[in-house]
C-alpha cells in the first residue's frame, strides 16, 4: 500500500494550485457576486489540459483518471475556487459517455469536454422525486427516429455556460416494482422546446442554477446514451466520480479555510500571546485538520477503487460523507477563530459558507449515504 502520490499527480497539484492561486478566490468570488462566469480561470485550466485529465488519450483527454481530476477539484477549491461545472461535465458526462456512448458519440463529445471547449450540464433531480430517482417523470417517448422529452429538472448547475445537458428520463416503468426505467439523453442548451429558468440561491459560485421545462423537446434517437432502460446502471457509474470529486471540492474548501485560520491564529494577539495559543482556538483546528485528513484518505480510496476498476460505491459515498462534515467543521471554526473579522467580505470565508453548507446537501445528501451504509454495509432493514 502506497501512501504517497507519483511524481506526476504531485505536479499535476502543484501546477493547478499555482493556476488558481494565480486567480485567487478574490478574482472567483468578485466574478460570483457579479453575476459572472469563471471563464478566464476555466480557460487557464483547459490550456494544459487539467480539465480533461480523466479523458481517454484517443479523445485528446490525459488518459489518467478520477484520482487526477479529483487532484484538480480539490486544488482549485483549495485556492477558494470551486468549480461545479468540473463536476458536472468531465467527471459525470465525460464518464458516462467514455463509458457506455457509442463511438459516433465519443468522437463528438469527448474532444471538447477533455479541451474544455464544450461543457456538458447533468440533469437528473426533479421538483416530486428528489433523492428518489426511481420516481422520475421526466418522460422521453419515442416517435421514429426521434424521442419526445417532456418534464421537469430541478437545481441544475451551470445551464447557461453548458453547450449539452446529459439528461436522465424515463422510458418505461417496471411492471412488478413501479420503478421508472431510465434511460440517458444528450439534448442540446438550445433546443427547441427547452426553457430554463434561474433559481436564486444563497451560494457564491459563479455557476448558476436553473430548473429545465422540457416541452415535447425533440431529441435524435442517435443521441441516446447506451441501451434504453439501463440508464440507472449507466448513471450510477457516472455518480461514483460525481461524489469523489463532489468530496474532493469540500476537502478542498476544508484546507482553504483552515489554512486562513491557522495563520490567523498565529497572528492576531489580544492577550499579549497570539490567539492560537489559547487551546479553545488551537484544539478545534486540530481536530479539523484531523478530520479532513481522514476525509481526504477516503476520497483518495474511493478514486483508487475506482480507476482500479473495482466496487467504488461504498468508499464513494463515505468519502463524500466525511468530506461534507469536515468542511462544514473547518469553514465553521475557521470563521470562529476569525471573530467578527470571519464575517467579513476581506477574509474571504463567510461567502464560501453557502458553497460548503451545499456539501452535505448535494449531489447526494448525507442521509442517504447514511441510508447507504445502514442498508448495504451493516445489512440494517429499509425504512423508506
Ligand atoms: C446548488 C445546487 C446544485 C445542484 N446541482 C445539480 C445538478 O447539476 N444536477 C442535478 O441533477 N441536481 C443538482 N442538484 C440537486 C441535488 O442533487 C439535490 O438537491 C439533492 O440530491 C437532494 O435532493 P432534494 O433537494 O430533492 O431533497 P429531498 O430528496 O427532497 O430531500 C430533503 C431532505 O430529506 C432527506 N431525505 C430524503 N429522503 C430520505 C430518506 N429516505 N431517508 C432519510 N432522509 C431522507 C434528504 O437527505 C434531505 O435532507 C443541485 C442542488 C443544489 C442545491
Known amino acids: 500500500m502506497d501512501f504517497v502520490e507519483s511524481d506526476e499527480q504531485a505536479l499535476l497539484r502543484e501546477s493547478v494550485a499555482k493556476i488558481a492561486a494565480s486567480f485567487g478566490h478574490g478574482y472567483y468570488a468578485e466574478r460570483a457576486r457579479a453575476g459572472g462566469r469563471a471563464t478566464e480561470l476555466w480557460d487557464a485550466l483547459a490550456e494544459p489540459g487539467y480539465l480533461g485529465v480523466s479523458i481517454p488519450e484517443q479523445f485528446g483527454g490525459g488518459g489518467q483518471g478520477i484520482s487526477e481530476l479529483a487532484i484538480v477539484c480539490e486544488e482549485l477549491a483549495a485556492q477558494g475556487c470551486p468549480l461545479l461545472l468540473l463536476v458536472v461535465s468531465p467527471a459525470i458526462a465525460g464518464t458516462v459517455i ?149 468530496a474532493s471540492i469540500a476537502n478542498g474548501l476544508g484546507r482553504y479555510a483552515l489554512e486562513k485560520a491557522a495563520e490567523y491564529a498565529k497572528t492576531r494577539n489580544v492577550w499579549g500571546q497570539p490567539i492560537g495559543a489559547h487551546q479553545g482556538i488551537a484544539h478545534p483546528l486540530a481536530i479539523a485538520k484531523i478530520q479532513l485528513e481522514q476525509a481526504r484518505l477516503l476520497t483518495q480510496k474511493a478514486a483508487w477503487l475506482y480507476d482500479a476498476g473495482l466496487d467504488a460505491g461504498e468508499a464513494a459515498n463515505m468519502a463524500k460523507y466525511a468530506a461534507g462534515e469536515a468542511a462544514n467543521f473547518a469553514v465553521d471554526q475557521a470563521i470562529q477563530t476569525h471573530g467578527g473579522n470571519g464575517m467579513t467580505t476581506e477574509f474571504g470565508l463567510a461567502d464560501v459558507w453557502g458553497m460548503v453548507r451545499l456539501q452535505r446537501i448535494a449531489p447526494v445528501s448525507r442521509e442517504m449515504v447514511l441510508n447507504f451504509v445502514a442498508q448495504h454495509t451493516l445489512g440494517l432493514p429499509k425504512s423508506y
Open 98 to 246: 467514455a463509458r457506455f456512448g457509442h463511438a459516433e458519440q465519443q468522437a463528438r463529445w469527448l474532444p471538447g469536454i477533455a479541451a474544455g471547449t464544450t461543457k456538458f450540464a447533468f440533469a437528473i433531480t426533479e421538483p416530486d422525486a428528489g433523492s428518489n430517482s426511481h420516481r422520475l417523470s421526466t418522460t422521453a417517448t419515442r416517435d421514429g427516429d426521434i424521442y419526445k422529452l417532456n418534464g421537469t429538472k430541478y437545481f441544475i448547475s451551470g445551464v447557461d455556460e453548458a453547450d449539452h445537458i446529459l439528461v436522465v428520463t424515463r422510458t418505461g416503468t417496471d411492471e412488478t416494482t413501479g420503478r421508472g426505467k431510465l434511460s440517458l439523453f444528450v439534448v442540446p442548451t438550445d433546443a427547441h422546446g427547452l426553457t430554463a429558468d434561474v433559481i436564486p440561491v444563497e451560494i457564491n459560485a459563479p455557476e448558476k442554477q436553473y430548473t429545465l421545462f422540457f416541452d415535447d423537446v425533440e431529441v435524435a434517437a442517435t443521441d441516446l446514451v447506451g441501451n434504453e432502460g439501463d440508464g440507472l446502471f449507466q448513471v450510477f457509474f457516472g455518480l461514483n466520480p460525481e461524489r469523489i470529486t463532489g
